[in-house]
């Protein structure tokens, strides 16, 4: 098993009278990482499946007493796809409430729907967790330091989902499986979409997309759609975990682009069976998008992982100035250029340097991203 960063803080916060709530894009981990934490306890563990019939039909609205009756003697519930299980917010309120001695843990893969039942239920009740694919600080803790280097080119193309890593040979094959199921039924289901199609042309311009200004209208005409609904459906892609979204920072100087988001993919992979182009990095002419979609989603990991809070931002101007990442860390600006080549060496712009102080300013390549991805900044 490829241990997971947040484990030890889910184990810390076992019985502090809080339900642990895990979210994350189906297949990352979540069901594994959870047994795991709870193998020590497996006597006194009760595993709850939201996608079977029979635990949806006890679990949607039970009173206190059939609560105490389906629980019996264990101290710990685990409810995993809780999203299925109508109103999960109030039955898990009164676990939480009722049952002082018991440690109710909640999972799904679906933010749209699992936090619209439970964030005003179980307001000052709850943890939440975010389990993404594997890091990489993750997977180089597994295979070690050589093993990582030598598969780096393979995970920008198939990415970090923990089947793909286990069984490296049918990637290709997972992949796809993963990115149909996963993206296109999921995705239709928790946003009431009627056409499919649509879904599948507005991700796969996003996917073109990555690493530039993403305009709205601009979306529309390519797709189809009013820009109302191109909004709509991305703020559904991000509840369910497939993309994020990257603002423009701004400190009103006259000439700073200051809406348009650039969207990045959690993961490479999902982002190249998108598009169907899962060849080898060597015949590939996209390998700067997906060294930068690597590098700014596995800062967003590391970030979540180690609980860190940051600012995240890119930097342009209407004259074509430009920085790739920027992180605001307690008062302070970090500014990176993102470069697969070491021997590009970008100008960071005086305008810039000169208006967001104190900064410091790297160029993020392939012989020195480790740090990058690996350890805290010093603020």
């Known amino acids: 098993m490829i241990v997971r960063t947040i484990e030890n803080q889910i184990r810390e916060n076992l019985f502090k009278k809080k339900t642990i709530l895990l979210l994350g894009p189906r297949q990352s981990g979540k069901t594994t990482l959870i047994k795991a934490i709870l193998n020590e306890y497996s006597n006194t563990t009760l595993f709850l499946d939201g996608d079977d019939p029979v635990v949806e039909k006890l679990l949607s609205r039970p009173n206190t007493e059939q609560i105490k009756q389906i629980i019996g003697n264990k101290t710990i519930v685990f409810v995993d796809e809780a999203q299925r299980i109508k109103d999960i917010g109030l039955t898990a309120k009164i676990i939480v409430d009722q049952l002082k001695n018991v440690q109710l843990i909640l999972s799904g893969s679906s933010a749209f729907e699992l936090s619209q039942q439970i964030n005003e239920p179980l307001t000052g009740r709850k943890r939440t967790y975010y389990l993404f694919p594997v890091s990489w600080q993750e997977w180089q803790n ?159 990991k590391f970030l979540n992982n180690n609980f860190i809070f940051a600012n995240q931002y890119y930097w342009r101007t209407s004259q074509q100035q430009e920085i790739d990442y920027i992180e605001e860390i307690n008062g302070k600006f970090y500014a990176y250029e993102i470069k697969w080549n070491p021997n590009k060496k970008p100008i960071f712009s005086k305008t810039f340097i000169q208006k967001y102080i104190p900064l410091t300013t790297e160029v993020i390549h392939r012989e020195n991203f480790q740090k990058f991805i690996n350890e805290e900044l010093n603020p």
């Not at 780096?152 to 923990?162: D, H, I, K, Q």
């Not at 990115?179 to 056409?195: P, Q, T």
């Not at 920072?249 to 650039?262: M, V």
């Open 142 to 300: 597994y295979a070690g330091f050589v093993k990582a280097q030598q598969d780096l080119e393979n995970r920008l193309v198939y990415g970090f989902y923990p089947e793909i890593l286990c069984n490296p040979i049918d990637a290709n094959i997972i992949l796809r499986e993963l990115s149909d199921s996963y993206l296109y039924k999921d995705i239709l289901m928790f946003g009431n979409i009627k056409k499919p199609e649509d879904i599948k042309k507005l991700l796969q311009a996003l996917a073109y997309q990555i690493g530039s200004e993403v305009s709205y209208r601009e979306l529309s005409e390519i797709v189809g759609l009013d820009p109302k609904t191109v909004d709509r459906y991305i703020s559904i892609f991000e509840k369910a975990y497939v993309i994020f979204r990257l603002y423009p920072l701004s400190r009103n100087l006259r000439n700073e682009i200051k809406s348009k988001p650039k969207i990045y993919f959690y993961d490479n992979g999902i982002r190249n069976a998108v598009i169907g182009q899962l060849q080898a990095l060597a015949l590939r002419q996209d390998i700067g998008q997906l060294w930068e979609n690597f590098i700014i989603s596995e800062r967003l």
